[in-house]
């Protein structure tokens, strides 16, 4: 394939002119097919379906989760600048919705033509037969060179026999974000974070506090997460690797969740709250957005999230002196979940070919640099001073500390399997070892 700008330097002389995100719905799209080469179907070279009259738009919708929304207003009037043939309509959608609302529209004949999608869904997705093939597209495109554009392991999760359902727009690994001057107030030093769950745990008893002698504690050690389907496996199953395990076996028959490593792995994680009381009484109902607001209230010293967290952190709390170190795993640093955003196309969709035209803009060097918090995907647009800072250093690090989660038949009923678990040891209702038993066998139905 070769290689072309996929558009002319308009970046930043038509992209002052921001237009508003948001409201423009996709709900009228029509119920036109994919080309053949979606999942499910044959191979073919795809052909253009725009049959609208003349002068009349065609729609392009766009379902994602308001991430970087600042940036993506910016692309509307560039890329309708130079097609003004197509109407982009961008939809937001939360991420506790997006993967329950992107099933159902993907099981119907309504819904989006792009859909930004967690690494951990696509290759779900793309199992059920849900997806469009890039394939045929890529084998076209004179603007995305796959071998040189992409790293090869955000490629691995979006692509199911042969064929490819997912592009990458960007990589995340999650680190330890931890307040420096609480670290100074407890007699710790805030250049020596911890490196392994022991470490850590000693270091959040110091870190939980109360500051004002009511008898009530009013900062803790580490925030917890313990609510959110995403957001609690993106943050246990690492562990779980860190301990030696691993949520399924290798050909993704059985569960593996009954292990002596997932019963460790469960103990240390629930233990923060349950045995070491390091975590808030509420963590059951925090997911990260809920952490992430304690953290900046100062309630918490420590806690796990990603590279766009840390700059709104900055953003919100600019009075906190931020540190982030790699995430400490039982011996050592762990392996943190590849994460990110594939860009995906329902094999239903409505106007897949015009979607093509916006994901080979989309995923260009140019348009990647505009985003200023996310690790492009695109390796050319990481070649910028903007990620030089010390705190992006060490994300970059962790990035190299990093392993994809098993591409499950049902990864969303995984992980909701997964946070029931961990919900019920939190609650006292089990042992780690009973719900452990409870989710195994309920994984196992998910796997025949």
Not at 75 to 95: K, R, S, W
Not at 124 to 147: N, R, V, W
Not at 414 to 434: F, H, K, N, R, Y
Request: glycine share 8%; with cysteine; net charge negative.
């Amino acid at each position: 394939m070769k290689r072309k700008l996929a558009m002319g330097l308009l970046v930043g002389a038509i992209a002052l002119a921001a237009a508003g995100c948001g409201g423009k719905t996709g709900t009228d799209a029509g119920t036109t097919q994919a080309p053949a080469g979606a999942a499910g179907g044959e191979s073919a070279a795809p052909e253009s379906k725009a049959a609208a009259a003349s002068g009349e738009k065609r729609v392009v919708t766009i379902w994602y989760d308001g991430t970087e929304e600042e940036s993506v207003k910016r692309l509307e009037p560039e890329f309708e600048a130079l097609h003004p043939d197509i109407d982009l309509q961008f939809e937001i959608v939360p991420y506790s919705d997006l993967s329950t609302k992107e099933m159902v529209a993907c099981q119907s004949a309504v819904g989006p033509d792009v859909m930004w999608q967690s690494y951990a869904w696509t290759n779900s997705f793309a199992k059920m037969g849900l997806l469009t093939s890039y394939s045929p597209y890529l084998e076209k495109s004179e603007a995305i060179d796959l071998g040189n554009d992409f790293d090869p392991v955000a490629l691995e999760l979006g692509t199911v026999d042969g064929q490819i359902y997912g592009l990458p727009w960007s990589m995340e690994a999650m680190c330890l974000v931890y307040n420096k001057d609480m670290f100074r107030e407890a007699g710790l030093d805030p250049e020596k974070p911890p490196t392994n769950w022991e470490e850590l745990v000693e270091c959040a008893k110091a870190l939980t506090v109360d500051k004002d002698g009511d008898g009530t504690i009013d900062q803790y050690g580490y925030g917890l997460v313990g609510n959110l389907t995403g957001n609690t496996w993106f943050r246990f199953v690492p562990e779980l690797w860190s301990a030696g395990g691993e949520v399924a076996n290798a050909d993704m028959t059985e569960g593996t969740l009954t292990s002596p490593e997932a019963i460790e792995a469960m103990t240390h994680y629930t233990g923060l709250l349950t045995e070491h009381h390091v975590a808030p009484e509420g963590s059951v109902n925090n997911g990260a957005a809920e952490v992430r607001t304690l953290f900046n209230n100062k309630n918490v010293a420590m806690y796990v999230d990603g590279q766009p967290a840390v700059k709104n952190i900055q953003k919100d709390a600019p009075d906190i002196d931020v540190g982030v170190a790699l995430w400490p795993g039982k011996s050592g640093t762990l392996n943190a979940g590849l994460g990110g955003y594939y860009i995906a196309t329902p094999k239903n969709a409505a106007n897949p070919d015009d979607a093509w035209t916006f994901i080979e803009y989309f995923l260009s060097k140019e348009v990647q640099e505009y985003f200023p918090i996310s690790f492009p995907a695109n390796l050319k647009a990481r070649e910028t001073d903007r990620f030089d800072d010390p705190i992006s250093k060490v994300f970059a690090e962790q990035l190299t500390h990093t392993q994809n989660f098993q591409p499950l038949p049902d990864t969303p009923g995984a992980q909701q399997i997964i946070l029931d678990a961990v919900q019920s040891v939190l609650t006292g209702m089990s042992t780690p070892e009973e719900a452990l038993q409870q989710a195994n066998d309920s994984l196992n139905e998910t796997l025949k």
